[in-house]
């Protein structure tokens, strides 16, 4: 997952990511495009034909093959591919041109609760908040191990 971290001028990331993840289902009709890396770095769109000659079959049936380069900024676009390039590296093979991207996913983070260090909600004994849902994690592990931090500031709270 590429992350940019729309702030300082900007004001209205949400709305921003909206716009784009908006233009991709336009392109999609309400589906989700999948484009040959190959494709993407040749600056062509992906193709029904190319996908089915392609040796990755798309796990996602209802994906629309198209160009992400459509709805997707152009750093954006860049970024995905040096870190294609940069997981090559570790992993040979990943930056075949038969590797299927799709997208447009969009996340919107919005502000938290204001906690202390120990997650607890200030104001409020005994609430403790974590995970996505809290705006804290982006992501599984991040929220387990959130979880087990509160887990721990319980135990030590009551003396466990």
Do not use: W
Request: aromatic share 6%; proline share 5%; hydrophobic share 40%.
């Amino acid at each position: 997952m590429l992350l940019i971290d729309l702030k300082n001028p900007f004001k209205k990331p949400n709305e921003y990511a909206l716009k784009v993840s908006s233009l991709a289902n336009q392109l999609a009709c309400g589906s989700v495009i999948v484009q040959k890396y190959g494709d993407l770095l040749k600056g062509r769109r992906s193709t029904p034909k190319r996908i089915k000659e392609g040796f990755v079959v798309p796990t996602l049936k209802e994906a629309i093959p198209g160009d992400l380069a459509l709805c997707m900024p152009q750093k954006t676009l860049q970024a995905i591919v040096e870190m294609i390039k940069a997981l090559d590296v570790i992993t040979p093979g990943i930056a075949t041109e038969h590797t299927l991207l799709y997208g447009v996913e969009a996340k919107y983070y919005s502000a938290h609760p204001d906690i202390d260090d120990k997650l607890e909600v200030n104001g409020i004994k005994n609430l403790y908040v974590g995970g996505d849902g809290a705006g804290l994690t982006r992501g599984l592990a991040q929220a387990g191990a959130c979880g087990v931090y509160i887990a721990r500031n319980i135990l030590e709270k009551i003396g466990g």
